[in-house]
């Protein structure tokens, strides 16, 4: 059975993951595809993603790199996605009449999602079907982390920065803005905006300290605290709920199905540019090369030629 478009680019996805992991461990391909006992084509091929590679092939891959079962899994998750198209080749495969065609990507993500879901009711269903654990207490909602999911939270400018890279980059390394590669946006990029933060959602289980820090380490003064990372039974505000203080959570950013969230540690390095970007006095974007990109001050609005002349004139008498 030929793949589908979206089986083809979880399989590209999971490929640029299982590379980016290789070189952060510092294998080179050749030495790598000895430690899991495969052929360095073999390896090429999976990473670019034209090769299918079986279950064993990513067992070998978390076992080398020590990743739990975190190549496994998104093995599994593409396996699930290739039998839900099997259950229903019609609507795979029927071209649609002119009023059903689907619409692009960008507003399929934006409107077409499940998690925008209106009542609390049915946003608890939605995050129990996904697997993410979520309190409804006293007319909110809240997201648990620490076990499925975790959260790193920035300043809403910070985050909107930083969705815009992401998204603009398609996950691809951008190496003018020095930015990483991270998974497509359109099934890994889930922001909640509540009040002036934003929230990441990633994978758990990369959280690096033993347990919470102190109440004052994690949360010191504005100028000071830049990414937060929530972990160990954290809980942020989910859509539609609000915050604590009343404020309403939105998703800035809705991820289409099948939802992959990123590990952390992919997204720190992004984060921490957009919060440095933001956070500069005046706010600059700083590029290779030590330029820097800043916004135009304020200034009057241009005068018309007769009325700058008529100035002059007044000016002169």
Known sequence: ????????????????????????????????????????????????????????????????????????????????????????????????????????????????DRLRAATLDEAAQVYQALGWPVVIDAGTAALVTGTVLDALEVPRAAGILAASWWHSTAGTADHIRGLPALPDPRHALAMIACADRSYFLTAAGAYPWPRLPPESAVRGPAERTEVIWHSCGNQIPAPPGTSPGGQPATWAWLPAEPVQLPSPVMLLDLLAKAVAATQQQPPALSLRGDVLVVPALAAPKYASPQAARATGRSRRA
């Open 1 to 112: 059975m030929t793949d589908s478009d979206t089986v083809k680019e979880l399989r590209r996805q999971l490929g640029r993951r299982l590379a980016t992991a290789r070189k952060d461990a510092g294998y080179a391909q050749r030495e790598f595809a000895v430690r899991i006992n495969y052929a360095r084509s073999t390896l090429s091929t999976v990473e670019s993603g034209i090769q299918r590679a079986g279950r064993d092939f990513w067992q070998a891959c978390d076992r080398a790199l020590r990743t739990g079962r975190e190549f496994e899994a998104a093995y599994e998750r593409i396996r699930a996605q290739q039998a839900a198209e099997r259950r229903a080749p019609s609507a795979e495969h029927r071209a649609p009449s002119a009023e059903h065609r689907a619409p692009p990507a960008s507003t399929r993500v934006q409107e077409g």
